[in-house]
């Protein structure tokens, strides 16, 4: 019986354990993860966990009886060790070897290191896992919290709007100018910041972060202008680096930061697929030969792919990419490659806001964030799927139904 | 197995997702014509209800207000990311003017 192995329990891994049986695959699938968690949904760690809004049901899932059901066996809290890509064989840490027919590759990103000191003071928080999330929402169960939240990312705003929205305050330090200006686009990321800012997120933009202070606990942080922000507690959001070990080991070749793929998710050692975060992979809604994207859609899709490949030989990762941010009572929606460069049109009202930013390169629609008005999303995904992109104009005027400009 | 009246036909615009409860059932109502679809009203994915958001009858399905994902009132399932998991489809019966949902 042929043998699948999956490393990595995350979003991607998850999906293609689970797709490999809906879609026919009779082998043996072993799921290997390095938390002792069962594998969860992580975008609601910033979001709903860390204020005691989610059900954690629901974010660990599916129950442990569908692996069951399913014939996978799951092997949590370890990791491989080592690989051989000639011989097919891996090594994991609690001594067992496994061999392969099949590698699924989803190690996902480790968290950033950074060099800034009192980062591993008692009262500092990640949010890259179950456990850390969970450590952040039993302090903040105690009472109103006064959150220092170092980096502006997607994860950092996240953290800082819904503890806001819960009755604590959160101040967001970012080492750049203005915070979410790389993946939003400038234009967009200042308004978007707004809206946090509304909230009562406090931003301090353009400034980094010398040492956490306090004797055995967090007590704020020091900023590189001399100012001190008081904290009850320190979440340090930093960023990912994606986990390449494995991969190298197995001498897969690179590109764009990660693992080179194709659209059936292989890597270019026979036999070894990546998926999720490490894939760098071609996509037709993008102008690089290789993109990597370190959000939830993907890696499902990724995931779902890899799966289709290793069962049927069949399955291309074609899809529009998507994210999602919520931060607060905002959700913001992308769909497509967005560059910072590109030219926005903005239409709705960005003050309530229901509003939606167009991304134009050249002249033509490359991506749309959409706050509260999914119609204008969906009439978007159905231009990108004609291959029609109108003008300005078209995508400013809110009566301009895009999906009959789509229709033709 | 109990069929439970969530109320009359009219009370179900054409096309318009409808939020009714079931026996503490949440549920997203859906009049198609004098077809009726019920669907457990929570997005699976996250926490958002069906009912605020939009039907698209091309698909005959109901998308989430929050994320986008499409859900067939048939089968249940979602036709894209972020939500991979089907939603739970009822029973309808229509006897007469009362709509009544198997739980």
Redesign the interface.
Same mark, same amino acid.
């Given at each position: 019986m042929p043998i699948t192995l999956i490393v990595g329990g995350g979003m991607a891994g998850r999906a293609a354990a689970l797709t490999l049986r809906r879609v026919g695959y009779q082998g043996e699938i072993i799921l290997v993860g390095d938390e002792t968690t069962p594998p969860y949904d992580r975008p609601p760690l910033s979001k709903s966990v860390i204020v005691g809004k989610a059900d954690l049901d629901k974010v660990i899932k599916p129950a442990l009886a569908t692996y069951a059901e399913d014939g996978i066996d799951l092997r949590l809290g370890v990791a491989v060790t080592s690989a051989d890509a000639a011989a097919k064989t891996a090594t994991l840490s609690d001594g067992s070897e496994v061999a392969w027919d099949a590698l699924v590759i989803a190690t996902g990103c480790a968290p950033r290191e950074v060099p800034i000191p009192g980062l591993d003071k008692p009262g500092v928080f990640r949010i890259t896992r179950l456990d850390e999330a969970l450590a952040i929402q039993e302090v903040l169960s105690s009472g109103p919290k006064r959150l220092a939240v170092i980096g502006g990312g997607f994860i950092g705003m996240e953290a800082a709007a819904a503890a806001v929205a819960h009755g604590h305050t959160a101040t967001v330090l970012e080492a750049a100018p203005e915070p979410m200006a790389r993946p939003l686009g400038l234009a967009v990321a200042e308004r978007v910041l707004r809206w946090a800012t509304d909230r009562g997120v406090e931003v301090r933009a353009g400034v980094g972060v010398d040492e956490v202070l306090g004797d055995d606990r967090a007590s704020g942080v020091r900023l590189a202008d001399g100012d001190i922000i008081d904290a009850d507690l320190v979440i340090c959001a930093i960023g990912q680096v994606p986990r390449l070990e494995l991969a190298r080991l197995l001498g897969c070749e690179e590109a764009a930061g990660g693992i080179k793929v194709d659209t059936g998710m292989h890597t270019s050692v026979d036999g070894v697929y990546a998926v999720g975060d490490i894939a760098a992979f071609p996509s037709k809604w993008a102008d690089e030969d290789r993109i990597r994207v370190e959000h939830a859609g993907v890696a499902i899709g990724h995931g779902q792919t890899a799966a289709e490949q290793i069962a049927t030989g069949e399955g291309m990762f074609e899809d529009l990419p998507t994210f999602w941010s919520d931060q607060g009572d905002i959700t913001l929606n992308m769909v497509g490659v967005p560059r910072p460069e590109d030219e926005i049109v903005w239409r709705g009202d960005q003050a309530i806001p229901a509003c939606t930013a167009f991304y134009l390169r050249d002249g033509k629609l490359r991506a749309a964030m959409s706050v509260g008005d999914m119609k204008t999303l969906r009439g978007v995904r159905k231009l990108f799927a004609a291959g029609v992109s109108p003008t300005a104009e078209q995508l400013a005027d809110p009566d301009a139904d895009l999906a009959a400009l789509a229709a033709g | 197995m109990a069929q439970v009246s969530i109320g009359k036909l009219s009370d179900f615009p054409d096309g318009t997702p409808t939020f009714a409860e079931a026996d503490g059932t949440r549920l997203c109502i859906v009049r198609v014509g004098d077809k009726v679809h019920a669907i457990c009203d929570d997005c =699976?994915? /996250?926490?958002a209800s069906l009912s605020e958001?939009?039907f698209?009858a091309d698909d005959l399905a109901v998308?989430c207000?929050?994320?986008?994902s499409a859900f067939n009132l048939e089968s249940g399932d979602p036709d /894209?990311? =972020?939500a991979?998991?089907a939603v739970q489809v009822f029973a309808v019966t229509v006897d007469g003017d009362d709509v009544r949902v198997e739980i």
């Open positions: - | =699976p994915h /996250a926490e958001g939009d698209l998308e207000p929050l994320h986008g /894209a990311p =972020p991979t998991e």
